[in-house]
């Protein structure tokens, strides 16, 4: 899953990617409007984190064009994006002004990195239209706060990148997702990255789980079949 972070303060910015990555999200930062609005119109974000506070303007901006954008770009709609603002704890209005223009939550500085986390679990699942935290296919089991697998009740160990691609394919299952949209998924802008990472992943992954989870579609991508045709 890819967020964005758009935070102009520099400390702030990158204790959010660290804990973000840990976290399993690919994740960009900028520091002004201009630059999210050009990223936002180029990349696909699972996430957004949003200063009020830029130094070229009021981050609301980048929240009213984001939920107004229909199409963004070729991946899809970014409309839907769950956004979460990002406000100093005195600034009650703009929390308010944000929450009317679309963001999906809020986060009062200085936030446990922590709470962030939990909230952003919290906006995903409810995007998912998920009530339970935990993902079930077949015997497969996947908890996306714990960061665990089981199969059939036992504990599967992957590497971080193996769990985020499992998660990514098993939130799209049954569509098809073609490598491009898989590293998107995974890897933040500029991170140099094998040209068969993904097949390695996957390999793995096979290794680990049985070869009926994840299908490939030649030519087009992998995918995970509906649950009744897993193992
Ligand atoms: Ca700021």
Redesign the pocket.
């Known amino acids: 899953m890819r967020a964005l972070v758009i935070?102009?303060?520099a400390g702030i910015a990158s204790g959010l990617r660290h804990a973000l990555t840990q976290a399993g999200y690919a994740t960009d930062l900028c520091d002004t409007v201009a630059g999210a609005l050009t990223l936002l119109r180029a990349e696909c974000y699972d996430l957004v984190l949003l200063?009020?506070?830029?130094?070229d303007g009021d981050g609301r901006t980048v929240l009213q064009r984001l939920r107004a954008t229909h199409t963004a770009n070729d991946n899809g709609t970014q409309a839907q994006t769950p956004v979460i603002i990002m406000t100093a704890r005195d600034a009650v209005d703009d929390r308010i002004a944000g929450l009317d223009s679309g963001a999906d939550d809020y986060l009062v500085k200085p936030f446990d990195l922590n709470e962030l986390l939990a909230r952003l679990r919290a906006v995903q699942r409810r995007m998912a239209g998920r009530a339970h935290p935990t993902i079930r296919h077949g015997t497969l089991e996947l908890d996306p706060a714990a960061r665990v697998v089981t199969l059939a009740g036992d504990p599967v160990a992957l590497g971080v990148r193996e769990f985020d691609l499992l998660h990514t394919l098993l939130q799209a299952s049954p569509r098809v997702l073609s490598k491009a949209q898989l590293e998107a998924a995974l890897y933040p802008l500029g991170e140099g990255l094998e040209s068969n990472a993904m097949e390695v992943h996957v390999h793995h992954l096979r290794r680990k789980l049985g070869d009926g989870v994840i299908r490939t579609l030649r030519g087009v991508g992998y995918f995970v079949p509906r649950a009744e045709a897993s193992p």
């Open positions: 935070e102009d303060d200063d009020l506070g830029l130094p």
